[in-house]
């Protein structure tokens, strides 16, 4: 039961960060280092609700997605990855740890590390990882350009 309801608070969260965001974007008047990070977690909200429409509108048109071993573009990950992603999202808890922002101009770079548990059908979970999301503000709205996702076991 507690599970059912974390999913639901997540699922809560998310939607509160995209209307965050909207509002913000609407005023212009967040710092760009915090407007990127509210990209960054409106994209992994927008994940863990199975929102799929929602997380590809903060993907650029032309972004490069790094993930197991491939690259991928909009197109490959909206027929690929994208549904195993939410699906992975959903399934499991992600603590991520603060979100390091680089910017230069309209170009900016955010960094992170998390550990991931808990299971997914009849595998179980427990895995560090480190992420590389490469933004770029186009028309006044940052999008995500590049994603690398990488993870190990934990021991």
Not at 46 to 51: E, N, R
Not at 75 to 86: C, F, K, P, V
Request: net charge neutral; aromatic share 6%.
């Amino acid at each position: 039961m507690h599970t059912k309801y974390y999913r639901t608070a997540r699922v809560l969260g998310g939607v509160l960060i995209t209307a965050l965001i909207s509002a913000a974007g609407a005023s212009g008047q967040q710092r760009p280092e915090n407007q990127v990070r509210a990209v960054v977690d409106a994209f992994h909200a927008a994940l863990a609700a199975g929102d799929s429409a929602a997380a590809l509108s903060h993907l650029a048109d032309d972004v490069t997605i790094l993930e197991s071993g491939g690259i991928e573009d909009k197109e490959h990950y909206r027929s690929g990855h994208l549904a195993g992603d939410m699906r992975f999202a959903r399934a499991v808890v992600r603590e991520r740890g603060e979100i390091e922002v680089n910017l230069v101009g309209d170009v900016a770079w955010a960094h992170s590390t998390s550990v991931t548990q808990g299971r997914m059908g009849d595998r179980e979970i427990n895995s560090q990882g480190a992420e590389l999301v490469v933004l770029a503000r186009e028309s006044g709205i940052w999008k995500i350009k590049a994603i690398h996702w990488s993870s190990r076991q934990r021991r």
